[in-house]
């Protein structure tokens, strides 16, 4: 029995059918073809799928698709707005971050979620917030330097 | 190129050209692939690790609605057969083929052993448990010990041990010897001898991006494949093999990839996707599960390591022995060899001997690894290193620099270095200021040096100029680690143009020529060279254009600064790049150059590496807190994406060290299968990781580049083993240094 | 005349030497010089090796050239990941 969902995804009000136990995940990707959501494990364990749904961050592989109704859902895809970076996006970009990139989308959304909510983290507190973001190839350095950029450019401390 | 050339592009560090993409969400995976006529594929997996086959009825699945085709091994050509004809049938192709699909009997827990494609995922996996099998439970044999015993169970019945005369059936594989010298005689001549024996578990590559690909035929015999992997060449060329087609009739797309390490060299799925598509005529799509990923792809597997070191109380290494057990799942083929080849190689050894053997258990089969082979056998040299320094009563540093490898030395693999940089690294590791910072409680500090040789290989490339005076440079290698950047910045080295003028595109098998895997640490050096000899081509092209323009001879035309000059005295302006690109079709046509080649003048890589722990005594949890990797990588392309791959590396290496292992129960099951168990290090485990890079050029490459990806992943292990043991005292030999064994040793439990 | 060093395990099939005296302008003539004096030994080489001539390695080297005073040394062949 498929399930009719109306919501609002990365600012686009949209309705799609889903499976009563399809994930977010696989509605995101599979259905409405927005595959900018990356899934790495599908338990919950590597953060791949971070979007958030009503503003709080989740894996999108735990969340079911029919939960969303009403809601508000972001994605990476959302992150760029009108064609403008966010500073993360730019942050990333310039300090070489991602490598082969398959772990960058997740990374974007949580360190988005993070910033919203504490806009001048300490490295520490960065690195515990990623903790649920797995990434194999950059040693995660470069990754926690340029969220530590970004939140100084959303504060307006950097150029 | 000259080497005092002024380099304009190379060194410095722009945006990477499909950085854009990989930030948006817009970049493609394997997984991210979709056809309207899609079926999804499933694989039904072996629940023994070793068992013989019955049966398998496939009746009630192909029932199921929605299932369009079902397959096992006999829907595979039995390449067994055909090679047995020629050569006893033991190639790699045909462990391939068993890999891939098991036939007559399943190896490992987790081996494939039918598939089946459904218009839903949901239903693929229903009709996997409508699959019935009677399986004939054997005996089988999960670890080094009883795999070598006298009275072993055979994990194949027929095969005997290559490289030993007369040798009789067993689980070794092959067996590989080499050195020089005579390690008795040298072992007289030394005034201290350590000997000490060494064992690591099975790990996995831990690439994030699970396998996957999407294949379309056509009635006519044609194969189209989306495929995430290290090389669509091998991607083509395995599946063609496995499957018995023309490589005319393959075409390949390379998705990005996520990650790969080595373990996206081979092939899993692609086959029967192949197979799944023709049997049901539509296209069909597969996407390994992490659980999969664990147990049937990579891994690399357990090892069991003795070494002997022999050093005069000046500290001069006399020789060297060390006998190397490497599981290799359940083909064979571990990493045995290069970890014989690597094992002395960072010094220079008067005597040296080390002997391999590969051994076959009955778990996956092992797959490339990150200089594969080469940081299980760092673990064990560099560790003894530590311990003789210590009872030589010299600084470790000093130690290995008397000891190090230099032009001329005749290295323990075999041949006489070249120029290498293995004591400019140590130096620069000596000189930086972690080397002497001051330590707190409970905190130790260790040091290693790690080895890889990189490889040269096969790689084409085109360079096409646009008739706006923009570039596009044609590669063969998915990118994985930033390359399209490094061959950019290369190709406007080359023309003396921006660098946002060019463009890099990973192109399909039929649009470029034959080229190796991303892997072995070549990209950069190697389609790096090919990349300039093909604009070496289109600038040969551009001053014979600017000749015609300016009515002289092509030899009075050179090219610099991205324009063509007339030599000598002369009134004519130098015609730009984009000049002569907007009137290619007046001066002769478009422009173009290629250019293909096998990479010659590989440059050999070290790295060091210094590691700072902290062991909580209570717990036994040992945190880095300070780490620094300096490595010699020719020259830095992109000094970003070279720092990348160092602290990638180290970081790799710290979780190998620290926390990952395979486990299986007594039944050859994995009980791991995840990222929550299998546990890789996440940001809140591991500090920054500063980087050094030492550039001692290679004097084979235009630009002097070596590789560099693999070498990070060398040095970590004993760093942080010997770093355990200055904070604690205890020498660990055995991985990982979970805090229950680290809290064991220090209750002085059985550490070793 | 190259100078040729063989694998350790390979040297009992060679009169138990592991060095020689070879001569041969490419990997090529080498195997097939030493063929002539170690009956089969040339054709195990080719199968299994990798060459590296002065220091550099050849994973693929049967016509690679050999200069009158290169050292060419025969060892397994590795990848990488
Ligand atoms: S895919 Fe959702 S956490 Fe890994
Ligand atoms: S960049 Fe590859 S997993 Fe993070």
Same mark, same amino acid.
């Given at each position: 029995?498929?399930?009719?969902?109306?919501?609002? $995804?990365?600012?686009?009000?949209?309705?799609?059918?889903?499976?009563?136990?399809?994930?977010?995940?696989?509605?995101?990707?599979?259905?409405?073809?927005?595959?900018?959501?990356?899934?790495?494990?599908?338990?919950?364990?590597?953060?791949?799928?971070?979007?958030?749904?009503?503003?709080?961050?989740?894996?999108?592989?735990?969340?079911?698709?029919?939960?969303?109704?009403?809601?508000?859902?972001?994605?990476?895809?959302?992150?760029? #707005?009108?064609?403008?970076?966010?500073?993360?996006?730019?942050?990333?970009?310039?300090?070489?971050?991602?490598?082969?990139?398959?772990?960058?989308?997740?990374?974007?959304?949580?360190?988005?979620?993070?910033?919203?909510?504490?806009?001048?983290?300490?490295?520490?507190?960065?690195?515990?917030?990623?903790?649920?973001?797995?990434?194999?190839?950059?040693?995660?350095?470069?990754?926690?330097?340029?969220?530590?950029?970004?939140?100084?450019?959303?504060?307006?401390?950097?150029? | 190129?000259?080497?005092?050339?002024?380099?304009?592009?190379?060194?410095?560090?722009?945006?990477?050209?499909?950085?854009?993409?990989?930030?948006?969400?817009?970049?493609?995976?394997?997984?991210?692939?979709?056809?309207?006529?899609?079926?999804?594929?499933?694989?039904?997996?072996?629940?023994?690790?070793?068992?013989?086959?019955?049966? $398998?009825?496939?009746?009630?699945?192909?029932?199921?609605?929605?299932?369009?085709?079902?397959?096992?091994?006999?829907?595979?050509?039995?390449?067994?057969?055909?090679?047995?004809?020629?050569?006893?049938?033991?190639?790699?192709?045909?462990?391939?083929?068993?890999?891939?699909?098991?036939?007559?009997?399943?190896?490992?827990?987790?081996?494939?052993?039918?598939?089946?494609?459904?218009?839903?995922?949901?239903?693929?996996? #229903?009709?996997l448990e409508l699959i019935d099998v009677e399986y004939e439970p054997l005996p089988h044999v999960l670890d080094i010990a009883s795999a070598i015993a006298?009275?072993?169970?055979?994990?194949?019945?027929?095969?005997?041990?290559?490289?030993?005369?007369?040798?009789?059936?067993?689980?070794?594989?092959?067996?590989?010897?080499?050195?020089?010298?005579?390690?008795?005689?040298?072992?007289?001549?030394?005034?201290?001898?350590?000997?000490?024996?060494?064992?690591?578990?099975?790990?996995?590559?831990?690439?994030?991006?699970?396998?996957?690909?999407?294949?379309?035929?056509?009635?006519?015999?044609?194969?189209?494949?989306?495929?995430?992997?290290?090389?669509?060449?091998?991607?083509?060329?395995?599946?063609?093999?496995?499957?018995?087609?023309?490589?005319?009739?393959?075409?390949?797309?390379?998705?990005?990839?996520?990650?790969?390490?080595?373990?996206?060299?081979?092939?899993?799925?692609?086959?029967?996707?192949?197979?799944?598509?023709?049997?049901?005529?539509?296209?069909?799509?597969?996407?390994?599960?992490?659980?999969?990923?664990?147990?049937?792809?990579?891994?690399?597997?357990?090892?069991?390591?003795?070494?002997?070191?022999?050093?005069?109380?000046?500290?001069?290494?006399?020789?060297?022995?060390?006998?190397?057990?490497?599981?290799?799942?359940?083909?064979?083929?571990?990493?045995?060899?290069?970890?014989?080849?690597?094992?002395?190689?960072?010094?220079?050894?008067?005597?040296?001997?080390?002997?391999?053997?590969?051994?076959?258990?009955?778990?996956?089969?092992?797959?490339?690894?990150?200089?594969?082979?080469?940081?299980?056998?760092?673990?064990?040299?560099?560790?003894?290193?530590?311990?003789?320094?210590?009872?030589?009563?010299?600084?470790?540093?000093?130690?290995?620099?008397?000891?190090?490898?230099?032009?001329?030395?005749?290295?323990?693999?075999?041949?006489?270095?070249?120029?290498?940089?293995?004591?400019?690294?140590?130096?620069?590791?000596?000189?930086?200021?972690?080397?002497?910072?001051?330590?707190?409680?409970?905190?130790?500090?260790?040091?290693?040096?790690?080895?890889?040789?990189?490889?040269?290989? #096969?790689?084409?490339?085109?360079?096409?100029?646009?008739?706006?005076?923009?570039?596009?440079?044609?590669?063969?290698?998915?990118?994985?680690?930033?390359?399209?950047?490094?061959?950019?910045?290369?190709?406007?080295?080359?023309?003396?143009?921006?660098?946002?003028?060019?463009?890099?595109?990973i192109a399909d098998t039929q649009s470029i020529g034959y080229t190796d895997v991303t892997g072995g640490s070549r990209v950069t050096f190697a389609t790096?060279?090919?990349?300039?000899?093909?604009?070496?081509?289109?600038?040969?092209?551009?001053?014979?254009?600017?000749?015609?323009?300016?009515?002289?001879?092509?030899?009075?035309?050179?090219?610099?600064?991205?324009?063509?000059?007339?030599?000598?005295?002369?009134?004519?302006?130098?015609?730009?790049?984009?000049?002569?690109?907007?009137?290619?079709?007046?001066?002769?046509?478009?422009?173009?150059?290629?250019?293909?080649?096998?990479?010659?003048?590989?440059?050999?890589?070290?790295?060091?590496?210094?590691?700072?722990?902290?062991?909580?005594p209570e717990t036994g949890r040992v945190e880095v807190i300070r780490y620094t990797a300096v490595q010699d990588a020719g020259r830095a392309i992109h000094?970003?994406?070279?720092?990348?791959?160092?602290?990638?590396?180290?970081?790799?290496?710290?979780?190998?060290?620290?926390?990952?292992?395979?486990?299986?129960?007594?039944?050859?099951?994995?009980?791991?299968?995840?990222?929550?168990?299998?546990?890789?290090?996440?940001?809140?485990?591991?500090?920054?990781?500063?980087?050094?890079?030492?550039?001692?050029?290679?004097?084979?490459?235009?630009?002097?580049?070596?590789?560099?990806?693999?070498?990070?992943?060398?040095?970590?292990?004993?760093?942080?083993?010997?770093?355990?043991?200055?904070?604690?005292?205890?020498?660990?030999?055995?991985?990982?240094?979970?805090?229950?064994?680290?809290?064991?040793?220090?209750?002085?439990?059985?550490?070793? | 005349?190259?100078?040729?060093?063989?694998? #350790?395990?390979?040297?009992?099939?060679?009169?138990?030497?592991?060095?020689?005296?070879?001569?041969?302008?490419?990997?090529?003539?080498?195997?097939?010089?030493?063929?002539?004096?170690?009956?089969?030994?040339?054709?195990?080489?080719?199968?299994?090796?990798?060459?590296? $001539?002065?220091?550099?390695?050849?994973?693929?080297?049967?016509?690679?050239?050999?200069?009158?005073?290169?050292?060419?040394?025969?060892?397994?062949?590795?990848?990488?990941?």
């Amino acid at each position: 029995m498929k399930r009719h969902i109306t919501a609002t $995804i990365d600012g686009e009000a949209r309705e799609f059918l889903c499976d009563e136990d399809q994930t977010l995940l696989d509605a995101l990707r599979d259905v409405l073809l927005k595959t900018g959501t990356k899934e790495g494990c599908g338990t919950g364990d590597c953060g791949a799928c971070s979007v958030t749904v009503d503003g709080r961050l989740v894996c999108a592989c735990l969340v079911l698709a029919a939960e969303v109704e009403g809601a508000r859902v972001e994605t990476v895809e959302g992150i760029a #707005q009108e064609g403008v970076l966010h500073p993360l996006q730019r942050r990333f970009l310039e300090q070489a971050a991602l490598q082969c990139g398959v772990c960058t989308p997740g990374f974007l959304v949580a360190a988005k979620s993070l910033l919203e909510k504490n806009p001048d983290p300490s490295e520490k507190e960065v690195r515990f917030w990623l903790a649920g973001n797995l990434c194999r190839c950059t040693g995660y350095d470069k990754i926690i330097r340029s969220v530590l950029d970004a939140a100084a450019d959303l504060r307006g401390e950097s150029g | 190129m000259s080497e005092e050339k002024k380099f304009r592009w190379v060194g410095t560090r722009p945006i990477r050209p499909d950085g854009i993409d990989k930030v948006t969400g817009r970049a493609n995976y394997g997984a991210d692939f979709a056809l309207p006529d899609m079926l999804w594929g499933k694989v039904l997996r072996s629940p023994h690790a070793h068992a013989r086959i019955q049966s $398998i009825d496939l009746e009630r699945a192909k029932a199921l609605a929605g299932v369009h085709a079902v397959m096992t091994a006999e829907d595979l050509p039995d390449l067994f057969a055909e090679a047995a004809k020629s050569n006893g049938g033991h190639d790699g192709f045909n462990d391939l083929a068993h890999n891939v699909m098991a036939r007559g009997r399943v190896l490992y827990h987790g081996h494939a052993i039918a598939a089946v494609a459904a218009t839903s995922s949901a239903i693929a996996s #229903q009709a996997l448990e409508l699959i019935d099998v009677e399986y004939e439970p054997l005996p089988h044999v999960l670890d080094i010990a009883s795999a070598i015993a006298s009275d072993a169970t055979l994990v194949h019945e027929d095969r005997v041990t290559q490289g030993v005369e007369g040798a009789g059936l067993s689980n070794v594989a092959n067996r590989v010897q080499l050195g020089h010298g005579d390690p008795a005689e040298g072992f007289d001549l030394a005034d201290e001898v350590i000997e000490r024996e060494f064992t690591t578990r099975p790990v996995h590559q831990g690439y994030i991006e699970p396998h996957a690909c999407l294949a379309q035929t056509t009635p006519d015999g044609r194969v189209t494949l989306w495929s995430s992997s290290q090389g669509h060449f091998m991607v083509r060329d395995y599946t063609a093999k496995l499957l018995d087609i023309d490589l005319s009739l393959v075409k390949v797309i390379p998705a990005e990839i996520g990650g790969g390490f080595g373990g996206k060299t081979t092939v899993y799925l692609e086959p029967l996707a192949v197979v799944l598509s023709r049997k049901s005529g539509r296209s069909v799509k597969m996407v390994m599960s992490r659980e999969e990923v664990f147990r049937a792809s990579g891994p690399t597997l357990g090892t069991r390591i003795k070494l002997k070191l022999g050093a005069t109380s000046e500290g001069v290494f006399t020789a060297g022995e060390a006998t190397l057990h490497y599981e290799g799942g359940a083909f064979g083929g571990s990493s045995v060899m290069a970890g014989c080849m690597t094992i002395f190689a960072p010094y220079a050894f008067p005597h040296v001997r080390s002997t391999g053997y590969d051994v076959m258990v009955n778990k996956p089969k092992g797959a490339a690894y990150r200089a594969p082979g080469a940081p299980m056998a760092a673990f064990a040299l560099e560790t003894v290193i530590d311990e003789m320094a210590e009872r030589l009563e010299v600084d470790p540093v000093d130690l290995r620099l008397r000891n190090a490898a230099k032009e001329g030395t005749l290295a323990s693999f075999g041949p006489r270095y070249r120029r290498v940089g293995c004591v400019e690294t140590l130096e620069a590791l000596r000189d930086h200021p972690h080397y002497s910072a001051p330590l707190g409680p409970h905190q130790g500090r260790g040091v290693a040096v790690g080895f890889w040789f990189n490889a040269g290989l #096969q790689s084409s490339a085109g360079v096409n100029l646009n008739p706006d005076g923009t570039v596009t440079v044609l590669s063969g290698n998915p990118d994985i680690g930033g390359s399209r950047a490094s061959l950019a910045l290369m190709t406007a080295e080359e023309f003396g143009i921006e660098y946002e003028r060019v463009e890099v595109v990973i192109a399909d098998t039929q649009s470029i020529g034959y080229t190796d895997v991303t892997g072995g640490s070549r990209v950069t050096f190697a389609t790096g060279m090919a990349v300039i000899e093909a604009a070496a081509d289109v600038r040969r092209q551009l001053c014979e254009r600017a000749a015609v323009v300016w009515e002289v001879d092509a030899e009075r035309v050179v090219w610099e600064d991205g324009e063509a000059r007339l030599k000598g005295e002369s009134d004519q302006a130098p015609l730009t790049l984009a000049e002569l690109a907007q009137n290619a079709g007046r001066t002769g046509g478009p422009i173009s150059g290629r250019a293909a080649l096998t990479a010659r003048g590989v440059g050999m890589g070290f790295g060091a590496h210094i590691c700072d722990v902290e062991v909580d005594p209570e717990t036994g949890r040992v945190e880095v807190i300070r780490y620094t990797a300096v490595q010699d990588a020719g020259r830095a392309i992109h000094p970003s994406y070279v720092e990348g791959q160092m602290q990638g590396g180290a970081v790799q290496g710290i979780g190998w060290a620290l926390n990952e292992e395979y486990v299986f129960d007594s039944d050859g099951k994995l009980e791991n299968p995840g990222f929550l168990d299998y546990r890789i290090p996440v940001a809140s485990d591991v500090p920054m990781i500063d980087t050094v890079i030492v550039e001692v050029p290679n004097p084979k490459h235009p630009y002097g580049v070596r590789g560099v990806g693999e070498v990070p992943i060398v040095a970590p292990i004993p760093a942080v083993v010997n770093a355990v043991y200055a904070a604690t005292g205890v020498r660990f030999r055995d991985l990982p240094l979970s805090p229950p064994k680290v809290l064991a040793g220090l209750d002085g439990e059985s550490a070793a | 005349m190259a100078r040729v060093v063989l694998p #350790q395990a390979l040297a009992p099939r060679a009169g138990g030497l592991l060095e020689h005296e070879v001569e041969g302008r490419n990997v090529r003539a080498l195997l097939a010089a030493l063929d002539a004096r170690f009956p089969g030994l040339g054709a195990e080489l080719e199968g299994r090796v990798a060459v590296a $001539i002065d220091g550099e390695i050849y994973n693929d080297p049967l016509l690679e050239a050999v200069e009158p005073d290169s050292e060419v040394h025969f060892l397994p062949r590795v990848g990488g990941g």
